[in-house]
């Protein structure tokens, strides 16, 4: 059997998201994605309860958190435990930490600007050779970032320190849940032994990225971005105001979606 896996989805306890664990699952079931991974912003939040929601839905759920280094890249533990978020920001350290509570270090959206572990360390070779030798898995495909850039580039860097590729979501929004998601082929649906499947089995990172998926709303958010006055007035926004306007827009396309 095929198991259908997203690895990198964000939810309200996230700064810059308001999808519920109860909308997450939703729109799981509905992409028919069997294995999800919470990794919010250098928080973990989640419940036992909430846990519990995505096993009544025969989801298996994994513990993953995304931290950012003190340069502001970011890098994402898998079956980890609130260990990993106290201590120093250094990349080395995260990575530490990840390692020494069992989980699995994951690479995201590597060459996205300003937040992309190579965009931001390629020239700091100490750090880059330590992290990538001690990652397990990396972004082939991120759901969020479009175009999909230096696919070649990421598929030699996964040859050069062993990593498996994945495809995963990055999802902010219920909608954008299954955009990018792992494939990996199974022998039974037993899945107690999920850690050493994503990272023994072969990968296939799937981009189901089309203009079907990209929303009007995005259409706007992205030409938005390209106007000079926009990007120059925005930094006098004060994030009280953005976050209130972005949760108005949340609320307004859940609406409009149904
Ligand atoms: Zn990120
Ligand atoms: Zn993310």
Partial sequence: MILCCDLHIHSEYSFDCFCSIRDIISAAV???I????VTDHNVMCLTPQHEALFADANISYIRGCELSTKEGAHIIGLFVD???LSGSVHPKDIVERICRAGGLVVIPHPFKP???FVSVYSDRKDIFDYVLSKTALIELYNGSCDPQNNLPQI??????????LIGASDAHRPWHIGRSITEYEVNSCNLENLRSI????P???VLNLSQRHLTWFGKVVKLRKKIRLYRVSI???PLWLKTSIKKAFYTLQRVLRG
């Fill in 114 to 116: 300003v937040t992309g």
């Fill in 203 to 205: 990968s296939k990172p």
């Fill in 30 to 32: 509905k992409s028919r």
């Fill in 82 to 84: 609130s260990s990993i």
């Fill in 198 to 201: 994503l990272v023994d089995r």
């Fill in 235 to 237: 930094e006098f926004v």
């Fill in 34 to 37: 069997d294995v999800v991974a």
């Fill in 155 to 164: 598929r030699q860097l996964a040859r050069r320190y062993s990593l498996g």
